[in-house]
Each structure stands twice: as structure tokens, then as C-alpha cells.
């Protein structure tokens, strides 16, 4: 999925049937930036219980002391633009889980 701002995203997550394992945003962003976009979330996970979504902040503008400020602001990583392909593959490994094996997977793998 994609969304040109924080409010589309939001509308994204709210969205019935809608399955997110996690959130590649940039920091800067019209209408609602990855700042306000990262509060929101981690306000909906309190109040709802729902389960802890990764997100990753995007930014050209790092200085020292950056991603402890995005990890106090709730977000999970960040990923300094410009990044090359492979960087953005490590970032989504981390933060992706392994799809659960369904029974039939496991037994024909055990039996290999």
C-alpha cells in the first residue's frame, strides 16, 4: 500500500480488512507529517490494545543524535536518505516477522 501523507495512512490502517505488517514513512510530509503520523499511531495502539506496528522514519536530514530523538518520538528505526536498495531490504527484514508455517508446510519440510 502506499499513502502520499500521514492522513491517508492513518485512513489506511483504520481501513476494514486492511493488513499492514509496517510503516516506511517521511518525516517531512503535507497535511501530516511522520511526526504527527507516529503519535497517532502509538495513541491508537494505547487506547486499543492493537498490536505494536513498526515504523520507520525516512529522512534526508540527519544529524548526530537523530535516530535517538525518532526512538524517543516512537518511531522504531530510521533509514537516511538517499539509501541504496540493499539498505532498504536490511530495514524491512528487521522489522518484518516470518510468516507463520501452516501445518502442510511443516510436515513437507520435515519430511524432505
Do not use: N, Y
Amino acid at each position: 500500500c502506499f499513502a502520499g501523507d500521514g492522513e491517508e495512512a492513518l485512513a489506511m490502517l483504520a481501513g476494514d480488512g486492511a493488513r499492514v505488517d509496517g510503516v516506511l514513512t517521511d518525516l517531512q510530509m503535507p497535511r501530516m507529517d511522520g511526526h504527527a503520523t507516529v503519535a497517532a499511531i502509538r495513541q491508537r495502539e494505547a487506547c486499543t490494545g492493537a498490536r505494536h506496528l513498526p515504523v520507520v522514519a525516512c529522512s534526508a536530514s540527519v544529524t548526530e543524535g537523530t535516530r535517538d530523538a525518532l526512538l524517543a518520538a516512537g518511531f522504531d528505526d530510521l533509514l537516511p536518505k538517499p539509501f541504496r536498495p540493499a539498505q532498504l531490504v536490511s530495514v524491512l527484514r528487521t522489522w518484518s516477522e516470518p510468516a507463520p508455517l501452516d501445518s502442510s508446510q511443516t510436515d513437507s519440510k520435515l519430511s524432505e
